[in-house]
């Protein structure tokens, strides 16, 4: 099964911290894999990604508004690609989708319509 599986959604309160897990393929370690994040009526907004992996070795790439609170990181023995986010506001509120597809480079896309694979989502609330 290639569909990413998210977990780790909930509702926090202003300035907490919430962790995030996509479990992917097998051979995620080929696969770019990203985190989205929708609200009602929005498009859907690229906010971290990784590109594939050698080793420890990948890129990194995250969202203007995030930096500094999220950090994205991967777990190839257990292949998740892990998503921290801290000091969370109101406007993080949202879906969070994590999403994948086979890359060769050592690119992060940051278009959904770069992405082949998606999962179901899940909720995080951030209230005052």
């Known amino acids: 099964q290639e569909q990413p599986v998210e977990s780790g959604g909930g509702t926090v309160q202003v300035g907490e911290s919430l962790r995030l897990s996509c479990k992917t393929v097998?051979?995620?370690?080929?696969?770019?894999v990203a985190w989205f994040r929708q609200t009602a009526g929005k498009e859907r907004q690229f906010v971290v990604g990784?590109?594939?992996?050698?080793?420890?070795?990948?890129?990194?790439k995250t969202a203007d508004s995030v930096t500094g609170r999220f950090i994205v990181s991967r777990d190839n023995i257990n292949d998740t690609v892990n998503l921290q986010m801290n000091d969370l506001k109101p406007e993080d509120t949202a879906v969070y989708y994590c999403?994948?597809?086979?890359?060769?480079?050592?690119?992060?896309?940051?278009?959904?319509?770069?992405?082949?694979?998606w999962g179901q989502g899940t909720q995080v609330t951030v209230s005052s």
């Open positions: 990784v590109s594939r992996s050698e080793g420890r070795v990948f890129n990194t």
């Open positions: 097998e051979t995620s370690t080929s696969y770019a």
């Open positions: 999403a994948a597809r086979p890359d060769r480079s050592w690119r992060v896309p940051d278009k959904m319509g770069d992405y082949v694979y």
